[in-house]
């Protein structure tokens, strides 16, 4: 596979001289598909315009539906943004404190003092991910919902991994919690609250929580998301494969991921954050402030977001994500207003594309 992403970008990097960066990123991804490297939508902006959005290979490969830009992923952790947005609206209305302690929405888990909102938003709190938990202790014959984690957390007490905030480690089931604790400080249901005052708001008509194998529905423009799990096997989806299987079991977690959603809307979200549309000029300076651990050294996580300064492409909020069968990223460039946005329904590596992307946007040589 390798040599094969060699020869693309080195057959790419003869293609492009005199190109304009719509054609040399058209060539691009051209060249990655032709080879079986890439299948999914890519959108560029800059300055709040759409300079770049197109789509490559099939939304469902046993009847050839091609993607279009209307074609709905699943975005994985992209989701955690939508939930820390939440949190952030909850405490604008009243409704908590990021600095409360979890345990006084989720009174289940008194037993893990000292760890606040903040640290779960940050990947401070020291909570170990919840996936191997759930896979040495959960029945697997049925869905897990967010209630099964908390009684299993809540029965077994699994010891933190860290003193809060003495550490910074990414953990999927600080997040989970946090929807929990949306829901049980709003009365709505995770979905029914990002729907109501997020998606509908920026009409982000595409956007919504979904749980297939819990919940399934028809849904036009519906991207499944497949696996190769060997050169012989070809493209499967992840529930048919032994090693995936817990895309069914745990289809029912929702606010570390379960965000579905196209690129068009997240490109509707991109310019709301600039905007302040959801929430005040201070509530979204706080989405974007990274934590300082107890030893006073910051790591580079914000609320949702990871961020990073660069010589080349000054500062950058960004977060990835990936489930069985799905890779998704949006990447924002604050300072010069320019993003990219990458959603995949094959699980091919995306850095390729991603880093040839920023270097023909900054006119940078390959």
């Known amino acids: 596979m390798k040599i094969k992403l060699s020869l693309v970008l080195m057959f790419f990097g003869q293609l492009i001289f005199g190109q304009n960066s719509i054609q040399k990123i058209d060539s691009l991804m051209n060249a990655l598909f032709s080879s079986h490297d890439f299948n999914g939508n890519v959108l560029v902006a800059e300055k709040g315009k759409v300079v770049y959005s197109q789509s490559f290979g099939f939304a469902n490969e046993t009847t050839k539906e091609k993607l279009t830009e209307n074609s709905i992923f699943e975005t994985g952790s992209v989701s955690k943004q939508f939930t820390s947005m939440a949190v952030m609206m909850l405490k604008e209305q009243g409704n908590l404190q990021l600095d409360d302690e979890m345990r006084k929405y989720i009174p289940e888990l008194s037993n893990y003092k000292g760890i606040t909102i903040r640290h779960l938003l940050h990947h401070t709190g020291g909570l170990p991910d ?157 989405i974007f ?57 094959h699980e091919d590596d995306i850095s390729i594309p991603l880093k040839a992307i920023r270097k023909i946007i900054y006119n940078k040589q390959l």
Request: proline share 3%; hydrophobic share 35%; net charge neutral.
């Open 289 to 345: 402030e990274v934590a300082t651990l107890n030893n006073q050294t910051k790591t580079n996580y914000a609320l949702g977001w990871e961020i990073e300064k660069f010589d080349i492409y000054s500062k950058m909020t960004r977060h990835g994500g990936s489930w069985p069968g799905y890779v998704a990223y949006i990447e924002r460039h604050v300072e010069n207003d320019k993003t990219i946005i990458i959603l995949q329904n």
């Open 130 to 286: 919840y996936m191997e938990i759930m896979d040495s202790l959960f029945d697997k014959s049925k869905i897990a919902r967010n209630k099964d984690l908390i009684a299993i957390f809540s029965k077994y007490q699994p010891k933190v991994l860290f003193e809060p905030n003495s550490k910074f480690e990414y953990s999927n089931t600080g997040y989970v919690l946090l929807a929990t604790i949306i829901e049980n400080v709003s009365g709505l249901t995770y979905a029914e609250f990002l729907y109501k005052y997020i998606f509908k708001p920026l009409k982000m008509k595409n956007t919504f929580v979904y749980n297939r194998r819990l919940n399934p529905m028809k849904i036009e423009n519906y991207a499944f998301g497949y696996i190769s799990p060997d050169s012989l096997t070809g493209y499967i989806l992840p529930d048919d494969f032994e090693e995936t299987k817990f895309v069914i079991w745990l289809d029912g977690i929702v606010g570390d991921g379960t965000v579905n959603s196209t690129a068009t809307d997240l490109f509707k979200w991109d310019r709301a954050l600039y905007k302040n549309k959801l929430i005040s000029i201070e509530g979204m300076k706080s």
